[in-house]
């Protein structure tokens, strides 16, 4: 059991950064794939980003690419994803989840966090 908890969302113009971390409980945390997923008000919720249970291999959506970083420190239990030049159309929930495959779809994840905040004003 893996119980997930995001945190770093808020507010921030356009071309402004923002730092999400995601807390896990467990021991078997370095086990897991960890992705973020966003949803936008009236969308379906969409793959952002996802990295490996070692770090080794990360993934992310063409909309996001060369713009956000994902990472992840096994040590500390918690998985980081650092955005860049941010977009009025990232605006939306960022939700982490964890699973055991490196995939795209959020039905491979199996927890998932409660969900935090990021919006970005033009």
């Known amino acids: 059991q893996v119980q997930l908890v995001e945190s770093g969302g808020g507010l921030v113009q356009a071309g402004g950064s923002l730092r999400l971390s995601c807390a896990a409980s467990?021991?078997?945390?370095?086990?897991?794939?960890v992705g973020w997923f966003r949803q936008a008000p009236g969308k379906e919720r969409e793959f952002v980003a996802t990295?490996?249970?070692?770090?080794?291999?990360?993934y992310y959506a063409d909309s996001v690419k060369g713009r956000f970083t994902i990472s992840r420190d096994n040590v500390k239990n918690s998985v980081y994803l650092q955005m860049n030049s941010l977009k009025p159309e990232d605006t939306a929930v960022y939700y982490c989840?964890?699973?055991?495959?490196?995939?795209?779809?959020?039905?491979?994840?199996?927890?998932w966090g409660q969900g935090t905040q990021v919006t970005v004003s033009s």
């Open positions: 989840a964890a699973g055991l495959w490196v995939a795209g779809t959020s039905a491979k994840y199996d927890y």
């Open positions: 467990g021991r078997t945390f370095s086990r897991y794939v």
């Open positions: 990295i490996s249970w070692n770090g080794g291999s990360t």
